[in-house]
């Protein structure tokens, strides 16, 4: 019978930890997710080329951070677009940093940034980068970060709307128009005519 009082003791105890202990053990192994509105993490580290990274949010009106790996395919279809945004407004004040996030060897990184044609800065991530940005777990994943340091958007996956909408919040960012309400890349628009 003592031993028993001990145990569920010893039980109850551990119930009643405190709610700040238990987020602390979650943010240690998750991170607290980001939104727009909270400050972006800092973003530096080594390309896969071994060359240092670092970005500054004040150098740039609008900075797109990545994350990706060589092993997803959604991340095939999104990189190339932001490419693309990379090189049509690039110079107006537009960066994209793309963080690997693949387990595996650094060649596979390099072949798939080779194979999709892609320029802008890479940083090799950790799973310490990962939780920074608020546990990033699915790839891809992609923040709109401003000049402020602040993040303006968060998208998850890359269905094509969603790629779309990346677009059009990019150059409106960029030309100073007021971002619109952020669209459910899992609803599907109504067809035009139809409320």
């Given amino acids: 019978m003592k031993r028993f ?40 580290g080594t390309s896969p080329a071994g060359e240092p990274v670092v970005v500054r949010w004040e150098d740039h009106a609008l900075t797109i951070v990545n994350f990706w790996a060589f092993w997803c395919v959604p991340c095939k279809a999104e990189m190339p677009v932001l490419q693309d945004l990379h090189d049509r407004r690039g110079q107006d004040g537009l960066e994209i940093v793309g963080i690997e996030m693949g387990a595996g060897k650094e060649q596979n990184g390099r072949r798939f940034l080779s194979d999709l044609g892609i320029k802008y800065p890479v940083v090799r991530g950790q799973e310490d980068t990962a939780v920074a940005w608020g546990g990033v ?3 891809p994943t992609t923040f709109f970060v401003g000049r402020d340091g602040k993040i303006l958007r968060k998208f998850v996956g890359a269905p094509p709307a969603q ?25 599907a628009p109504a067809p035009a005519g139809k409320p």
């Fill in 163 to 187: 790629l779309e909408a990346m677009a059009k919040d990019a150059d409106a960012i960029l030309e100073g128009r007021p971002l619109g309400v952020q669209p459910d890349p899992d609803v």
């Fill in 137 to 139: 777990t699915i790839l």
């Fill in 5 to 44: 009082s001990i145990v569920l003791g010893l039980f109850l105890a551990g119930l009643s930890l405190a709610p700040s202990t238990m987020q602390k053990r979650a943010t240690r192994s998750y991170g607290i997710a980001l939104a727009p509105g909270d400050p972006a993490p800092a973003v530096r």
